[in-house]
């Protein structure tokens, strides 16, 4: 199965933007349908955008939408969330998630084999 690690989290203020890297391991990348997900403290996790296996599709939760992209490049492994106009509502741990089945992940999170270890993204007002 692959394993997934997260980057680029970080401290920032309402408005700026970041973007958070996801490092997949394993030869077969290209055939995963990739996604992230957010969880804010006392709040359950919740779908944040997804890719399908070859890019071409894209999904994003209404919150987001507008402000936040996500993308993948196979050929380096990782997947990617740019984030801006970044709100302290955007503030959560956010996971990078994997699936081997879908051909893009749901925003319930059905048919995820792996997930990463969260990276924190706090946006101050």
């Known amino acids: 199965q692959v394993q997934l690690v997260e980057s680029g989290g970080g401290l920032l203020q309402a408005g700026d933007s970041l973007r958070l890297s996801c490092a997949a391991s394993?030869?077969?990348?290209?055939?995963?349908?990739m996604g992230w997900f957010r969880q804010s403290p006392g709040k359950g996790r919740e779908f944040v955008a997804a890719?399908?296996?070859?890019?071409?599709?894209?999904a994003y939760a209404e919150s987001v939408k507008g402000r936040f992209t996500i993308s993948k490049d196979n050929a380096k492994n990782t997947v990617y969330l740019q984030m801006s106009s970044l709100k302290p509502e955007d503030t959560a741990v956010y996971y990078c998630a994997a699936s081997s089945t879908a051909y893009i992940i749901q925003p319930l999170g059905t048919q995820i084999g792996a997930w990463g270890q969260g990276a924190q993204v706090t946006v101050s007002s």
């Open positions: 394993g030869r077969t990348f290209s055939s995963y349908a």
């Open positions: 890719i399908s296996r070859t890019g071409f599709s894209t």
